[in-house]
């Protein structure tokens, strides 16, 4: 079985800090993806990356960066939290870009920005 | 328009019932879908993949119409363990997925 796990289930931040958001999969997969999932909005891509520091932006990538220095692991950066950044975030990793071949989302953290 | 449209529900239906979640999508050019079932404060999960027509598996059916650019998903016999968020998923080109944003099904006893 696939594993993604991330770093933390449940991160708490004062406005202005920066966050790091980790996630690590096992499966030695090519592609890892990180989304937050807002209610009514569905999950957002946030930035996704295809191999080993190498990175692509999402459709919400303001105010987020992020670092693949390993293939298993994949960060996600806030590089100032702010309020609008309380969010659901979730990673996720599939083998390679081919049809037919799925996403695995790790659990999820949930990041509350005071 | 959306790339992924779905119906957000909630459906509320009795244990034992057929229930039917219908996603559009826009791009034509789409060749895979995907169903992921997600329950509360959990990670979506695979629930069915989607190539040609459709797929079966057990009590769950999922059809493809390219002519209209829908999927759908149907549940038959429900039970009280189907009650989750179900997420359509089309992706795209360059790696990219797209969710809707999910129908919500309660199966009532």
């Known amino acids: 079985d696939v594993k993604v796990t991330q770093s933390s289930r449940y991160l708490v931040k004062r406005t202005g800090e920066k966050v790091f958001l980790e996630c690590v999969q096992d499966?030695?997969?090519?592609?890892m993806f990180w989304y937050r999932q807002d209610p009514g909005l569905g999950l957002r891509l946030i930035y996704f990356s295809y191999d080993v520091k190498m990175k692509e932006k999402g459709d919400i990538p303001e105010g987020y960066s992020v670092s693949r220095e390993k293939k298993e692991r994949f960060s996600l950066i806030l590089e100032s939290a702010s309020t609008n950044q309380t969010s659901m975030y979730l990673c996720a990793s599939r083998q390679e870009d081919r049809v037919g071949e799925t996403q695995y989302f790790g659990p999820g953290t949930r990041l509350l920005v005071l | 328009r959306k790339e992924v449209e779905q119906d957000p529900g909630p459906f509320n239906v009795p244990e034992g019932a057929t229930v039917a979640f219908n996603c559009t999508y826009s791009?034509?050019?789409?060749?895979?879908f995907f169903w992921y079932r997600q329950d509360c404060r959990k990670e979506p999960k695979l629930l069915m993949s989607v190539y040609s027509s459709g797929n079966e598996d057990g009590r769950f059916t999922a059809q493809l119409n390219r002519a209209s650019q829908y999927i759908s998903l149907l549940i038959r016999d429900s039970k009280l363990s189907d009650s989750a968020t179900y997420l359509c998923?089309?992706?795209?080109?360059?790696?990219?997925?797209?969710f809707g944003t999910g129908t919500s099904l309660t199966v009532i006893p």
């Open positions: 998923v089309v992706p795209n080109t360059g790696n990219q997925f797209y």
């Open positions: 791009n034509s050019a789409s060749q895979s």
């Open positions: 499966m030695d997969h090519e592609n």
